[in-house]
């Protein structure tokens, strides 16, 4: 998200910083997840290159080029134990190669960082603490609380899933997500019957977010909002994880929100506060700039931004350009949320 015109292009992601993929972590770390399947040492010395070739790896196999670099030095939600997941096998692969960890890890969207673009945010989250963290419960529930979240990653089983992931701007990812239905989630807050939307609000701490010091004209904290039936869908995740462990502080640890067929945007990071209300939330990009970021925003690629087409995406791991699909390619399973 950015109020200029930003073109996303393979060379800013090819630059200095980027490690190169099969670096020694990664092989390291695929060896780790080789074990955890029980497939020895043997099968990666008869041929690795059967299951991984190049810079892409097979996206049916629990493995992925992970490396241990964005591991996060506090503990997972949940704990450790519940990482990695078992992948979800409706939702193992997404009909394109998983994005390297390297790149996911590299190009964030996080203005409480790195204001006014997508970048190296993993720069600057030094002084933030994701734990502990607190979720407060608010609004149309039978009872408000705040919840720790190691309690909010027991709701139900971890589980993993790949999604295709799509940024307003035109950068797109496929990256295995770590987290539980946001149904369930939902449901164990216990809104009341005259709940219909759902808000969340992410963190305020200019003192541990440097883009919240000097982000001046934004209305900091970040909030954005879904109906009570896109957060229900089947879909939508309350995600705790990445490539199999937890969040990293770029992607929004220790907690988030994950809906793969609307702009990226929607899918609130770090969240402290979730609030169930009547009417509908405004949004942190909706109330800014109401034309551009409607409270809906379903990827739609006949449907252009005010700047920009919407008609392809630039995968941040490879530079391929892609045609963008209706709903980012779920139309089948979300459709009909949207009819008549
Ligand atoms: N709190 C908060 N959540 C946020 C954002 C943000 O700036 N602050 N950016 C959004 C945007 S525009 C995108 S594309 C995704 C990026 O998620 P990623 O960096 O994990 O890929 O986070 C979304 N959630
Ligand atoms: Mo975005």
């Known amino acids: 998200m950015t109020p200029s015109i930003h073109r996303p292009s393979a060379r800013g992601l090819r630059g200095p910083d980027l490690p190169p993929v099969l670096s020694e972590t990664a092989w390291r770390d695929r060896r780790r997840v080789l074990k955890l399947l029980g497939l020895g040492g043997g099968l990666l010395a008869a041929g690795p290159a059967a299951a991984w070739a190049g810079d892409r790896c097979d996206p049916g196999q629990a493995t992925y080029p992970a490396s241990e670099r964005w591991v996060p030095a506090w503990p997972p939600a949940g704990g450790k134990e519940l990482y990695p997941a078992t992948r979800n096998p409706t939702w193992k692969q997404a009909d394109r190669a998983l994005t390297p960890e390297d790149a996911a890890a590299q190009k964030n969207n996080f203005y409480e960082f790195l204001p006014g673009r997508a970048g190296p945010v993993h720069r600057y989250v030094g002084d933030f603490e994701p734990d502990p963290w607190k979720v407060e419960i608010a609004g149309l529930v039978e009872e ?86 896109e957060a229900t869908h089947p879909l939508t995740l309350l995600v705790t994880g990445i490539f199999g462990h937890g969040l990293p502080a770029q992607h929004g640890a220790p907690v988030r929100v994950v809906v793969p067929w609307k702009y990226g945007y929607k899918s609130a990071k770090s969240f402290v506060r979730v609030e169930f209300t009547r009417d509908e939330p405004g949004t942190f990009w909706s109330d800014l700039q109401p034309l551009e970021y409607p409270f809906l925003s379903n990827v739609e690629p006949d449907v252009p931004h005010p700047r920009w087409s919407q008609a392809t995406e630039t995968d941040i791991g490879t530079g391929d350009r892609f045609p963008t699909r209706p709903y980012n390619g779920y139309a089948d399973e979300v459709a009909k949320l949207y009819a008549g």
């Open 144 to 229: 408000e609380r705040a919840v720790d979240v190691d309690e909010i990653a027991r709701i139900a089983p971890l589980e993993e899933r790949v999604y295709r992931f799509r940024c307003v701007e035109r950068w797109s990812m496929v990256v295995p997500w770590t987290g539980l239905p946001m149904a369930a989630f939902v449901k164990w807050c216990r809104p009341t019957s005259e709940a219909r939307y759902v808000k969340f609000t992410s963190f305020l701490r200019p003192e541990q977010a440097p883009g919240q010091r000097r982000g001046g004209s934004y209305p900091w904290p970040y909030y954005e909002g879904l109906r009570l039936d």
